[in-house]
């Protein structure tokens, strides 16, 4: 615990560094040029196809009855947007992931080793290969959860349960590997990932909880449209952020966690004898 609690706020205070302000703005770029694109090309189709199938289910049919008759006819036009938005919401925590793991996470490892662990020996446990099949792979299932837990999210307690711990196990796994793949041996990554596991899993998932704040920033950039140009790219922002706070987190964690492992294995050497001082003159015996 001493040990999470010392690398969140050191992730923190490193949240401040220009560096990672800048470097936060490069996949917030990049995600707002493609979310706009989409949006020209598919939004009024989805609203469209969403409306469609909603007035294809005689439940919704009485709602929107029911709607109109107490005067609020004009939430009708509002749900398509906002189911879009709900669902969108879940395929926008993944990419912000990805972005951060591929364009920000070597840089910010950079510099926490730079700067705090400057001294520490590299062994190149892992490649870009693996990280990149393991992230994949790892994305794959997490989407899989998420679309197998959807009709859970009926019950109110469990759409506040599920995501957060689906995003959690996926943030542990992908940030795990990343910021160990360059420092740690093979068999040390093991080893850590097999002590701390449950540290790490707790960072990811508290992360997990921290990513869904903005979606209340993102929600609402669907409901007043007109704000819409500002809300979303400052919810993608804030998502690429909290993401950002996480690679951190479990950067300065891990190699404080791997320096502690080679101190167990390999204490270091003592201190080479020093020769005894020359005696003085005055007490050399007499010839």
């Not at 969108?88 to 925590?93: L, N």
């Not at 793991?101 to 400057?118: D, E, G, N």
């Not at 690679?247 to 390999?266: C, D, G, I, M």
């Amino acid at each position: 615990m001493k040990l999470m609690l010392d690398a969140f706020w050191r992730a923190a205070a490193y949240c401040l560094h220009p560096r990672v302000i800048a470097l936060s703005v490069l996949p917030l770029v990049l995600m707002v040029v493609a979310s706009l694109g989409l949006g020209y090309l598919f939004w009024d189709r989805a609203v469209d196809a969403v409306n469609a199938t909603l007035q294809g289910w005689s439940l919704v049919t009485t709602f929107f009855t029911a709607l109109e008759r107490f005067g609020l006819g004009g939430l009708k036009s509002a749900l398509a947007p906002l189911i879009i938005v709900f669902l969108a919401t879940p395929v926008i925590v993944v990419v912000a992931l990805l972005a951060v793991s591929v364009l920000m996470t070597p840089s910010m490892l950079h510099l926490v080793a730079q700067r705090r662990f400057p001294d520490l020996e590299r062994r190149h446990g892992g490649s870009w290969w693996r990280g990149a099949f393991g992230s994949l792979l790892a994305t794959l299932l997490a989407l899989l959860a998420m679309l197998a837990s959807i009709p859970l999210w009926l019950v109110p307690p469990l759409v506040l349960v599920l995501p957060p711990l689906i995003w959690g196990w996926l943030t542990y796994r992908v940030l795990s590997y990343d910021v160990l793949a360059e420092h740690a041996s093979r068999e040390e990554r093991r080893e850590l990932i097999r002590r701390h596991r449950m540290p790490l899993l707790a960072m990811g998932v508290l992360a997990g909880l921290l990513g869904a704040a903005p979606g209340l920033v993102w929600v609402s950039g669907g409901m007043f449209a007109a704000l819409a140009p500002v809300l979303v790219p400052a919810a993608i922002w804030i998502y690429t952020l909290v993401f950002a706070f996480a690679s951190l987190w479990f950067a300065h964690f891990a190699l404080a966690a791997l320096v502690a492992l080679r101190l167990e294995r390999e204490p270091p050497a003592p201190p080479p004898l020093e020769p005894p001082p020359f005696p003085p003159l005055d007490a050399l015996p007499a010839p």
